[in-house]
């Protein structure tokens, strides 16, 4: 278990877009800000001279063919998954206690493996598609106190997590990764989720809530 969350951490970085600059969140909320980098995501999966950088695989073209189809405007739900870096900690690398000084620096990473993780349960094709899409942003907006994960799911069996990390000064550093999981995308309520991700990742506590309508 250790060397795959390795392996997909490694892969999440290695694929991963930084937005240029911080930026005002406008007084957006987060599920709003979630949705615009959602947005951008799309257009990245169709751009075919995008893609074509990182990959001549026709397979893993297909996928983000299939991923650019869909419309993600207007999600089915909205659910939020607060501290999956410490879930992650607590349930996977329980017996590895890092120095504090340490944990504090490298904790949020945990919670950005999860969805590559999920991606993987259908395979190498999926993950090296959806790592090529992984997008990140930074943004000020004051009141977010923990790393806090959106899960938006939508008719197609695209899912979305965007995990909100908040940092010194009001920062807040946003990551989303597109999910391929049908199971997941089939998630209508906050229960549903729960049981996905106890029963997929084997993680004893985790909470889910539907995101509040703002």
Do not use: W
């Amino acid at each position: 278990m250790k060397k795959i969350i390795t392996t997909i951490t490694v892969i999440f970085l290695l694929f991963s877009l930084s937005a240029c600059g911080t930026k005002s969140a406008n007084n957006l909320s987060l599920t709003d800000k979630g949705l615009s980098l959602i947005g951008e995501v799309d257009r990245l999966a169709e751009c075919e001279e995008y893609i074509s950088l990182y990959s001549a695989s026709d397979e893993i073209a297909g996928v983000i063919k299939g991923i650019a189809e869909n419309e993600y405007t207007e999600p089915k739900a909205v659910f939020v998954i607060p501290n999956l870096d410490e879930i992650v900690l607590q349930s996977m690398f329980y017996e590895i206690k890092l120095p504090a000084e340490v944990e504090v620096m490298v904790k949020s990473r945990f919670a950005l493996a999860i969805p590559t993780q999920i991606n993987a349960m259908n395979g190498t094709i999926n993950v090296a598609a959806t790592s090529i899409l992984n997008h990140s942003g930074s943004f000020i907006y004051e009141g977010l106190k923990d790393t806090t994960t959106y899960l938006y799911t939508y008719d197609a069996a695209n899912s979305f997590m965007v995990t909100f990390t908040p940092n010194d000064e009001n920062i807040v550093n946003a990551n989303v990764t597109v999910i391929v999981n049908e199971e997941l995308a089939k998630c209508s309520t906050a229960d549903e989720v729960m049981k996905f991700l106890k029963e997929s990742l084997n993680f004893e506590k985790v909470s889910v809530s539907e995101a509040p309508k703002e």
